[in-house]
Nanobody, 123 residues
Framework: QVQLVESGGGLVQAGGSLRLSCAAS????????MGWFRQAPGKEREFVAA????????YYADSVKGRFTISRENAKNTVYLQMNSLKPEDTAVYYCAARTLTYSVLWERYAYWGQGTQVTVSS
């Protein structure tokens, strides 16, 4: 089992930046690949970014590529999502998720989820 807690969300103007954090507790954090997903009102949950257990492989949705950066510090049991050049369409609840083995872009393949943190980008 692993417990995940996101933080760092908030209200920001378009073009601004936020850094989300996801703190993990429980079993060995470095055993898990991590993903960030988001869900806007009335929309499906969508993949944002993922990172493998060691942090040397990352993958991004096309909509955030070049603007968002996922990273992790296994010594701190934390994964981050640095979000730059934010757009109003980035407004959503952002969730971090964990799964064993390799990362995935499919939310159904993640076993553990945080409670989410709201990101609102004003125009």
């Amino acid at each position: 089992q692993v417990q995940l807690v996101e933080s760092g969300g908030g209200l920001v103007q378009a073009g601004g930046s936020l850094r989300l954090s996801c703190a993990a507790s429980g079993r060995t954090f470095s055993s898990y690949a991590m993903g960030w997903f988001r869900q806007a009102p009335g929309k499906e949950r969508e993949f944002v970014a993922a990172i493998n257990w060691s942090g040397d492989i990352t993958y991004y949705a096309d909509s955030v590529k070049g603007r968002f950066t996922i990273s992790r510090e296994n010594a701190k049991n934390t994964v981050y999502l640095q979000m730059n050049s934010l757009k109003p369409e980035d407004t959503a609840v952002y969730y971090c998720a964990a799964r064993t083995l390799t990362y995935s872009v499919l939310w159904e393949r993640y076993a553990y989820w945080g409670q989410g943190t709201q990101v609102t980008v004003s125009s």
